[in-house]
């Protein structure tokens, strides 16, 4: 039997050392770059070790108790992980930055606005809502704890206009996540909270029976018609890859997708769109994409793209 090689005490404490070093690292990795205090002790910093990272620079002090890891430059989302953390044990980012992290408006660095039943107050930087909600309204997007889409919504309704509601409704529409019977159910919770008509007469609306789901489809519905009426009609809302369509002509294996005027303001809906056509594509889809600009200025190019796209056969004939 082969001796254990021998092992100092020194040895077993760097290498300790060293996977504490590296899964504080990787914990940072995983959630945007930051990290919170009471993670760090989970991880057997003490008092003394955290302060001595922030003497050094690898911890920097961005809320009271969260710091970032190896630098203070944090992205959107790093800032938005940061404010939650800050706020403890069950807070979420809610309202404007969950609308803004879910993609239905343009995102804004401070305040960042954040929900729990018992949150601390008084944090730079955060407007901390104090709210109960249940597990169905809270979830995890881009590994950050926020409200689902629709909490957002309910709660978007208590602090925007009415305009600013109906387009962000919109977008989710067009983004694929609304889920009309979850949306109800938190309406019908919230009772007669603030918005909450406003919301209601949006889901009235999209209730009602329609040929297309939104004005922007019944745009491009017009314009084929007009312009490319002689070729065959694309079949609407159909489920691909677990994913709703706007048009699909299926011998051509031809997708086109309907990019609203707001679009490109929002990261998140253009990674999520992105994502999206980068499956179609690895599935053996064409997936293109129609901004209302492109249809009101350039119909007949428009019109030209697509009936050359038409002309192939998705086995090349």
Same mark, same amino acid.
């Given at each position: ?35 919170? &205090? &009471? ?28 710091? %970032? ?53 008084? =944090? ?79 889901? %009235? ?13 019944? =745009?491009?519905?017009?314009?084929? &018609? ?25 011998? *051509? ?13 929002? =990261? ?36 030209? *793209?697509? &009936? ?5 056969? %998705?086995?090349?004939?």
């Amino acid at each position: 039997m082969r001796p254990k090689p021998h092992t100092s005490p020194v040895d077993v404490r760097v290498e300790s050392q060293l996977e504490r070093e590296w899964a504080v690292l990787a914990l940072a990795d995983r959630q945007h770059g930051v990290v919170s &205090r &009471r993670q760090l002790e989970r991880l057997g910093l003490g008092t003394e070790a955290i302060k001595k990272r922030l003497r050094t620079g690898r911890l920097h002090s961005v809320h009271r108790g969260v710091y %970032a890891v190896g630098h203070n430059r944090l992205n959107m989302r790093g800032n938005w992980l940061a404010a939650v953390l800050a706020c403890g044990d069950g807070a979420v980012l809610s309202h404007r930055s969950a609308a803004a992290l879910w993609g239905l408006m343009r995102a804004r660095w401070s305040p960042v606005e954040v929900t729990s039943a018992h949150g601390r107050m008084g =944090r730079d930087g955060i407007y901390l809502h104090r709210s109960p909600m249940s597990d169905d309204e809270r979830t995890v997007e881009s590994r950050i704890p926020a409200t689902s889409l629709p909490r957002t919504l309910r709660d978007l309704a208590e602090v925007v206009d009415e305009d600013r509601l109906r387009r962000a409704f919109e977008e989710a529409d067009r983004l694929k996540l609304l889920r009309m019977p979850a949306l109800e159910q938190v309406c019908e919770r919230a009772g007669r909270r603030k918005g909450i008509p406003a919301l209601r007469r949006l889901i %009235a609306t999209a209730r009602e029976p329609v040929t297309t789901r939104s004005p922007f489809e019944n =745009r491009f519905a017009e314009f084929y &018609r007009e312009h490319l009426g002689d070729l065959p009609t694309p079949r609407t809302n159909v489920l691909i890859l677990d994913h709703e369509v706007d048009a699909y002509w299926p011998p *051509q294996r031809l997708v086109v997708e309907m990019d609203s005027w707001e679009f490109h303001g929002h =990261r998140a809906a253009f990674e999520r769109d992105r994502a999206r056509d980068a499956a179609l594509q690895a599935a053996g889809y064409r997936a293109i994409r129609l901004t209302h600009r492109r249809l009101k200025a350039e119909p007949d190019a428009v019109a030209t *793209q697509l &009936r050359a796209l038409l002309a192939v056969k %998705a086995n090349g004939g």
